[in-house]
């Protein structure tokens, strides 16, 4: 039984939490790892210490995710492993949103998604090999009081990975969602003492990524809730 190989991942939307474990996890596996955000200047410890490079890219813009992809190639090569970890929120009273602030919310989460998963798509259709991976909440399935723009984005986002899905996994390639149902531990937000584990471990998460991406594809999944032991469905 033939499990996947990929071996130039690209990963938009790049932080300390998550991004930061799945690029860690990505290069010990011997995958060549690029890195986009839209300020790279806080990623320079993360590609001294795997190897990572770094692009500017605005997820929501076309022109920039296209340039994004060329320079990948040119620099590193096309990438068959891509992972979509971007999102953007606003909060308030339904009545008080801010109309732009509310487009930037959807745009970032989902539109961009779409951005960089039709880039990723053209390259990865020859093949008939490649997998891209979206960052879901529980905003995916649920949504929250005053939370309005992060569902809406969260919402669009599950539902291009679900259409993707159904066209392209008969095409060789392998989406998946996932449904992160809790916070994420990081320096900034820690646990309580008493309750151990309470929080998403990021490496456990990037773990839970990899296994979806060692499913062989009679087997593949499209979507993965994960969730810590205290949250409640």
């Known amino acids: 039984m033939e499990t996947p190989k990929y071996k130039t991942a690209l990963i938009v939307g790049t932080g300390p939490g998550l991004s930061a474990s799945l690029t860690r996890l990505f290069a010990r ?7 986009a955000a839209r300020s790279i200047e806080k990623l320079g410890a993360l590609c001294t210490e795997t190897g990572a490079r770094a692009f500017a890219c605005n997820a929501t813009d076309a022109d920039e995710v296209e340039r994004l992809f060329g320079l990948v190639e040119r620099e590193i090569a096309t990438p068959d492993l891509v992972v979509y970890n971007a999102s953007a929120r606003a909060r308030g009273a339904f009545t008080e949103l801010v109309p732009a602030e509310v487009a930037n919310a959807i745009a970032v989460s989902a539109f961009g998604g779409f951005l960089v998963a039709q880039q990723a798509v053209k390259r990865m259709l020859p093949h008939k090999h490649g997998a891209i991976l979206f960052t879901g909440a529980s905003a995916s399935v649920k949504g929250y009081p005053q939370s309005a723009p992060f569902a809406m984005g969260k919402f669009a986002l599950r539902g291009l990975a679900q259409s993707m899905a159904r066209e392209l996994s008969p095409q060789g390639i392998h989406i998946a969602h996932f449904v992160i149902d809790g916070g994420i531990r990081s320096a900034a937000r820690t646990e309580d003492a008493g309750r151990p584990d309470s ?8 773990l839970s990524y990899w296994n979806v991406l060692q499913q062989p594809r ?14 409640k469905f």
């Open 29 to 35: 596996e011997g995958i060549r790892v690029a890195l």
């Open 199 to 206: 929080l998403l471990d990021p490496d456990a998460i990037a």
């Open 218 to 231: 009679s087997a593949w999944t499209w979507e993965l809730e994960l969730r810590p032991w205290v949250e």
